[in-house]
């Protein structure tokens, strides 16, 4: 049976707060079994305004790779998120972490 945990690496309040204003988080892994993943959190705004704005500067958008949309950019509703798309066997289809010290990642949920 797998198991699911999820990381950190900031998870103090300020981290959050940040986070939330910037409508993104890129400090967030998942670890399935003994694999990790670096997921990129975003709300749907934040990605749009980036997507605009490369657009307009280049010409194209390349996407975050493990990119995953919420509704706002909070501990919860990341935590929530991840469970479900771990339920959908989200995991299975994107690219783990080659090399991580997990020294360095707070556990959050």
Same mark, same amino acid.
């Given at each position: 049976m797998q198991t699911i945990e999820i990381f950190f690496l900031d998870d103090s309040e300020l981290a959050e707060f940040e986070a939330k204003n910037k409508g993104y988080r890129v400090d967030v =892994? %998942?670890? %399935? +079994? /003994? @694999? !990790? !993943? /670096? %997921?990129? @959190? =975003? +709300? %749907? !705004?934040t990605l749009k305004q980036d997507f605009e704005r490369?657009? +307009?500067s280049y010409g194209y958008y390349a996407i975050e790779p493990n990119l995953i949309l919420v509704k706002d950019v909070n501990k919860a509703e990341i935590i929530e998120t991840i469970k479900r798309l =771990?339920?959908?066997k989200y995991f299975e289809g994107i690219k783990p972490v080659e090399h991580i010290d997990i020294t360095d990642l707070t556990k959050v949920n």
């Open positions: =892994y %998942v670890k %399935v +079994d /003994n @694999i !990790f !993943f /670096n %997921v990129r @959190i =975003y +709300d %749907v !705004f490369e657009l +307009d =771990y339920e959908q």
